[in-house]
Nanobody, 117 residues
Framework: QVQLVESGGDLVQPGGSLRLSCLVSRGTFSLSTMAWYRQAPGKQRELVTAITRTGGTNYADSLEGRFTISRDSAKNMVYLQMNSLKPEDTAVYYC???????????WGQGTQVTVSS
């Protein structure tokens, strides 16, 4: 069974930083493009950033360079470093794995990030 487990969500003040982590089942991680999505209350889930098996990345234009995605193949982990956080970054953040060969998606359960003073 494929599992993705996110962690690291928290309450943080505007301007602060957080690092989210996502632990992925071993077999799935090596075959997948990994991505972070977020869903704010009353809004649709949106793509934040993604990283391919070979390290290629893309980011939502709205992030203005504040977030960085990375992956650690030895640990089957993907990370989202978030800096200069704003209240509008408040959302549930989800980790997703897309198997690049089968195009099947797997989702984590989400982790809450709240940016507020």
């Amino acid at each position: 069974q494929v599992q993705l487990v996110e962690s690291g969500g928290d309450l943080v003040q505007p301007g602060g930083s957080l690092r989210l982590s996502c632990l992925v089942s071993r077999g799935t991680f090596s075959l997948s493009t990994m991505a972070w999505y977020r869903q704010a209350p009353g809004k649709q889930r949106e793509l934040v950033t993604a990283i391919t098996r070979t390290g290629g990345t893309n980011y939502a234009d709205s992030l203005e360079g504040r977030f960085t995605i990375s992956r650690d193949s030895a640990k089957n982990m993907v990370y989202l470093q978030m800096n200069s956080l704003k209240p509008e970054d408040t959302a549930v953040y989800y980790c997703k794995a897309r198997n690049e060969f089968t195009l099947v998606d797997y989702w984590g359960q989400g982790t809450q990030v709240t940016v507020s003073s």
